[in-house]
């Protein structure tokens, strides 16, 4: 709820208003609170995929450390794009940017087990789909019927589901372990299910920001409960420097169709994202719709943000849901409160001995958060699919494509004599459910008969009334 010490009702609905300091500084490291994790954690993903990640025991590690200081770092670039804004680059509202998890599927079999040196491709693949991104911002608006909740729903679904399996992996010992008699200890376990039972309670029995930053404190108590049982090694927060400024090319850059494709096809996807957070904030904060020029201010500095990001070794930036969730709770509308939070995530991203404590957190105890948020992912998808008219129609759309997209997630070897291009863009199995359920959702306009699906459905064919919206 508003605070009326912090403004009044009209000020509050204002996005150029900015409280007093004394309250602005505590409500923008709110904003950072409450998307901290999600921010770092694709960073950490990446690089263990790659190979010099947790209990790699690899000479590159301190990399991982750098990736985890330029997502702080340059979250906090990008949301001052949306708050501040630069010419016609910014919504000028309280957008906050972070890393986003809907790149991950792709990024993990481009750089899977190839070292540090397969960076360089993951950022001339970020450059290129954050440049296609901001060109998206010329007419996103008119793209919008391409992703209807049927699609948007479904992409977010698998999304979810292909990152379930890192949680499970992480919190039973990290992909190093697995085939050691450590990999699914009671220990490691344990770790993890402090972090969920921690984060759950909070979720459910507290209010107010502890509520919204449950996954972090639940990460805070797993990380202690590691320290007393031994697991935690803080030989790097010693050795990493105070203070350094983001390297330009740090990973070098590399050109592939594979990922230049693939991160252009997930930007359109991203970029209808943050249309939808656009309005949240609008709708949540200010009573009122999104303005054409804020959503195409806000793709700008969408794509800006992220071809930025990539030219010094950060990962894609995108609108973070969560906090349009917190200016929603707190009903504070401020910009100036947004840019505060941003300030200190580039001062974070300065120091990294910040991103060096954040790398002795346990494998096992991220496994434990990284279970809740991409759990939460499939739960987002599963929401946006209940705005969806399950008419016979729209269940074969989403049955193939979901049967398609998961069946090729499972058993990658099945694509096993296509090129290597097509293959590392099919094997994620997100583009090809997309790409599908879109073409099907265009070319498809007609209603099935009622008869149509049953003998493929086992009589289970939804309890739709078999009408498209509107007849």
Not at 8 to 32: M, S, W
Not at 117 to 132: R, T
Not at 220 to 241: D, K, P, Q, S, T
Not at 444 to 464: D, F, K, N, Y
Request: aromatic fraction near 8%; charge should be negative; proline fraction near 6%.
């Amino acid at each position: 709820m508003a605070d009326a010490s912090i403004g009044t009702p009209e000020q509050l609905r204002d996005p150029n208003y900015t409280p007093p300091l004394a309250k602005a500084v505590p409500l923008g490291i709110q904003h950072v609170l409450a998307m901290f994790v999600s921010n770092v954690t694709p960073a950490i993903i990446v690089c263990g995929a790659a190979g010099f990640g947790f209990g790699s025991n690899s000479p590159d590690f301190p990399q991982m450390i750098y990736m985890i200081q330029m997502s702080m770092f340059f979250a906090g670039v990008a949301t001052l794009f949306q708050s501040i804004g630069v010419g016609p680059i910014g919504a000028r509202l309280p957008i906050v940017q972070g890393t986003s998890f809907a790149f991950i599927p792709i990024m993990i079999p481009l750089v899977a087990g190839k070292g540090v040196d397969a960076i360089a491709v993951l950022m001339g693949g970020i450059v290129a789909g954050g440049l296609f991104h901001a060109f998206l911002g010329l007419f996103i608006g008119k793209l919008r019927f391409a992703l209807p909740p049927l699609v948007t729903g479904l992409v977010v679904t698998m999304i979810g589901l292909a990152l379930v399996k890192v949680g499970v992996q992480y919190a039973a010992g990290g992909v190093p372990a697995i085939g050691k008699p450590e990999y699914g200890s009671l220990i490691n376990w344990s770790m993890a299910g402090v972090v969920v039972l921690v984060t759950l309670g909070l979720k459910f029995f507290t209010r107010g920001m502890l509520s919204v930053s449950a996954v972090l404190v639940g990460l805070l108590v797993g990380y202690a409960f590691a320290f007393l049982l031994g697991e935690v090694n803080l030989g790097n927060v010693g050795r990493a420097a105070s203070f350094a400024l983001p390297n330009p090319l740090h990973f070098g850059m590399e050109f592939t169709v594979a990922a230049v494709i693939g991160f252009c096809l997930m930007s359109f996807v991203s970029a209808v994202e943050t249309v939808g957070d656009v309005s949240g904030i609008t709708k949540g904060g200010a009573g009122r719709e999104a303005t054409d020029k804020e959503i195409q201010g806000a793709t700008f500095a969408d794509g800006v943000g992220t071809a930025i990001s990539g030219f010094f070794g950060a990962l894609p930036n995108t609108s973070f849901s969560q906090n349009v969730g917190l200016i929603a709770m707190t009903g504070v509308m401020s910009r100036g409160v947004v840019t505060v939070g941003a300030l200190f995530l580039i001062l974070c991203g300065l120091v990294p001995k910040i991103g060096a404590v954040i790398s002795s957190v346990p494998i096992e105890v991220l496994g434990g958060g990284v279970i809740v948020m991409f759990g939460m992912v499939v739960a987002a998808g599963i929401s946006m699919l209940s705005d969806v008219n399950w008419n016979r129609r729209n269940m074969v759309i989403f049955a193939i494509a979901l049967s398609l997209g998961l069946g090729l997630q499972l058993e990658p070897g099945a694509l096993q004599h296509l090129p290597d291009t097509m293959k590392v863009l099919a094997t994620s199995g997100i583009l090809p459910a997309a790409l599908i359920a879109i073409v099907l959702n265009l070319v498809l306009p007609e209603e099935l008969a009622a008869e149509a699906t049953e003998e493929v459905s086992g009589g289970m064919s939804g309890h739709g009334d078999g009408s498209l919206p509107g007849e």
